[in-house]
């Protein structure tokens, strides 16, 4: 199983970045994919989810800047971030769950995003 996440960068406060995550391995259709991020001395936090449904859910942070969206057919899962704040520095890593009777998990290697203010 692997998860590639791609498209972190440097970028101004204000600006827009699109992460991917393509994955590979799994049934991408059937687990729910989420974005996670960890800032330099601060914890892991759950930054948005979508489920198998795309149904999503998003930090309170994040909500109304940030969009998570699926496409079943690359077996990829974007994050959209715009409006960036100094705050959203982070390595931001991708997350595949399947909950079944037994619950699978996976990670990626993670991506930096770092925003100047």
């Known amino acids: 199983v692997q998860l590639v996440e791609s498209g972190g960068d440097l970028v101004q406060a204000g600006g827009s970045l699109r992460l991917s995550c393509a994955a590979s391995g799994i049934i991408f259709s059937r687990y729910s994919m989420g974005w996670y991020r960890q800032a330099p001395g601060k914890q892991s936090e759950s930054v948005a989810t979508?489920?198998?449904?795309?149904?999503?859910n998003y930090a309170d942070s994040v909500k109304g800047r940030f969009t998570i969206s699926r496409d079943n057919a690359k077996n990829t899962v974007y994050l959209q971030m715009n409006s960036l704040k100094a705050e959203d520095t982070a390595v931001y890593y991708c997350?595949?769950?399947?909950?079944?009777?037994?619950?699978?998990?996976?990670w990626g290697q993670g991506t930096q995003v770092t925003v100047s203010s």
């Open positions: 997350n595949a769950k399947y909950s079944g009777i037994v619950t699978t998990d996976y």
């Open positions: 979508i489920a198998s449904t795309s149904s999503t």
